[in-house]
């Protein structure tokens, strides 16, 4: 224990000793003696520092929750909201929603003909039969449930399903007709591993999309799932910087949405494959692309479905990530490494002057 403790260390104390040169070098002997028995446990000090610094694994996480009255689910490394309970997705990391709120919104699916058969969508130049808005809060039932897992984790499933009017833009076509549309939102407790892919426990949301009973208005169309990415950052609405990357050796593609202000990175991803059920029973998977439309001032991303006959699913999941800093930023961002150099320079001085 320090000899010069609060006890003495009184500011009436100290102006006796400052001001009375009989005292004065007993001072100095008093700050040298405390800034020598410091220095002595320094080691300790930087040792417990860099141990502080190396990332540990929580075992025990809390599990998810849903707020029913908020439309919200609540886990240890994310926060979703349903925004006015439809298929758009605000997600932010506990706690830190003044910081960075990330959206991840599915606008509507889009019936056009693939005039070069290249699957991707060209906004400008292929032919729409028709369109089915996903954004009328009205059409959505939600439901939540909390399911045993595997791997003994616990999922808390979150469904919101729909029947969206399809309404066609060629004439001579019925403009009133109904799809059914399913978002199946999926999040654990621990890391579960979901058909080759593992899902973050507590961290990230898979999200199934199952569309069925489309009426097709052609035998030749395709579909594209109209997504619109956007954010909130420092209570800034801004469009984030985007990148969209295909991740060869997990066969997925991976949006990453960015903001200067922050070190987090929402992220968007999906595999390249979704599952067709048809009528007949039969399953099969099939390729699926994505067209970006990322400018200034709005980033939109749609995700390219081939015909089918049946249901399609397909499994996106929204996560976020925070940049990883190196040993060197975290050692440095420590208080007590400061404190250490500090305390360092001021015993070199000292020694330096009794020298003198």
């Given at each position: 224990?320090?000899?010069?403790?609060?006890?003495?260390?009184?500011?009436?104390?100290?102006?006796?000793?400052?001001?009375?040169?009989?005292?004065?070098?007993?001072?100095?002997?008093?700050?040298?003696?405390?800034?020598?028995?410091?220095?002595?446990?320094?080691?300790?000090?930087?040792?417990?520092?860099?141990?502080?610094?190396?990332?540990?694994?929580?075992?025990?996480?809390?599990?998810?929750?849903?707020?029913?009255?908020?439309?919200?689910?609540?886990?240890?490394?994310?926060?979703?909201?349903?925004?006015?309970?439809?298929?758009?997705?605000?997600?932010?990391?506990?706690?830190?929603?003044?910081?960075?709120?990330?959206?991840?919104?599915?606008?509507?699916?889009?019936?056009?003909?693939?005039?070069?058969?290249?699957?991707?969508?060209d906004f400008r130049n292929e032919r729409i039969l028709a369109k089915a808005e996903l954004d009328a809060h009205d059409q959505w039932n939600i439901t939540a449930m909390v399911l045993e897992g595997s791997s003994?984790?616990?999922?808390?499933?979150?469904?919101?399903?729909?029947?969206?009017?399809?309404?066609?833009?060629?004439?001579?076509?019925?403009?009133?007709?109904?799809?059914?549309?399913?978002?199946?939102n999926h999040i654990y407790d621990k890391d579960v591993e979901v058909e080759g892919y593992v899902v973050k426990g507590g961290a990230e949301l898979k999200i199934d999309v199952i569309i069925s009973n489309w009426?097709?208005?052609?035998?030749?169309?395709?579909?594209?799932?109209?997504?619109?990415?956007?954010?909130?950052?420092?209570?800034?609405?801004?469009?984030?910087?985007?990148?969209?990357?295909?991740?060869?050796?997990?066969?997925?593609?991976?949006?990453?949405?960015?903001?200067?202000?922050?070190?987090?990175?929402?992220?968007?991803?999906?595999?390249?494959?979704?599952?067709?059920?048809?009528?007949?029973?039969?399953?099969?998977?099939?390729?699926?692309?994505?067209?970006?439309?990322?400018?200034?001032?709005?980033?939109?991303?749609?995700?390219?479905?081939?015909?089918f006959e049946g249901t399609l699913e397909h499994d996106p999941s929204i996560l976020i990530e925070k940049e990883e800093e190196s040993m060197v930023q975290r050692i440095f961002s420590s208080p007590y490494i400061?404190?250490?150099?500090?305390?360092?320079?001021?015993?070199?001085?000292?020694?330096?002057?009794?020298?003198?």
């Amino acid at each position: 224990m320090f000899l010069f403790d609060s006890t003495i260390c009184s500011y009436e104390l100290l102006a006796f000793l400052i001001y009375s040169p009989h005292h004065l070098r007993f001072l100095e002997e008093l700050i040298v003696v405390n800034i020598l028995r410091a220095w002595r446990i320094m080691p300790l000090i930087i040792m417990i520092t860099l141990l502080s610094t190396i990332p540990l694994q929580v075992y025990a996480q809390p599990k998810p929750r849903w707020n029913a009255n908020t439309a919200t689910i609540e886990a240890s490394g994310i926060v979703v909201q349903f925004f006015e309970r439809k298929p758009q997705y605000r997600f932010w990391l506990p706690g830190e929603n003044e910081t960075a709120v990330y959206i991840v919104k599915f606008v509507k699916i889009i019936e056009f003909l693939d005039s070069d058969n290249d699957n991707q969508f060209d906004f400008r130049n292929e032919r729409i039969l028709a369109k089915a808005e996903l954004d009328a809060h009205d059409q959505w039932n939600i439901t939540a449930m909390v399911l045993e897992g595997s791997s003994n984790s616990t999922e808390l499933r979150v469904i919101m399903q729909g029947y969206v009017a399809v309404i066609t833009t060629a004439e001579g076509m019925m403009a009133n007709e109904k799809a059914n549309v399913t978002f199946i939102n999926h999040i654990y407790d621990k890391d579960v591993e979901v058909e080759g892919y593992v899902v973050k426990g507590g961290a990230e949301l898979k999200i199934d999309v199952i569309i069925s009973n489309w009426p097709w208005h052609s035998n030749d169309s395709k579909l594209a799932l109209m997504t619109l990415f956007a954010g909130h950052f420092r209570g800034k609405e801004k469009v984030p910087a985007m990148h969209h990357e295909r991740v060869r050796e997990r066969n997925t593609h991976k949006v990453e949405m960015r903001d200067p202000e922050t070190n987090h990175v929402g992220v968007f991803t999906f595999r390249e494959n979704v599952r067709i059920r048809s009528r007949n029973g039969s399953t099969y998977e099939m390729k699926v692309n994505a067209t970006d439309d990322f400018r200034p001032n709005s980033a939109i991303q749609y995700i390219v479905y081939p015909h089918f006959e049946g249901t399609l699913e397909h499994d996106p999941s929204i996560l976020i990530e925070k940049e990883e800093e190196s040993m060197v930023q975290r050692i440095f961002s420590s208080p007590y490494i400061w404190m250490g150099i500090i305390l360092t320079i001021v015993v070199i001085g000292v020694i330096i002057v009794k020298r003198r």
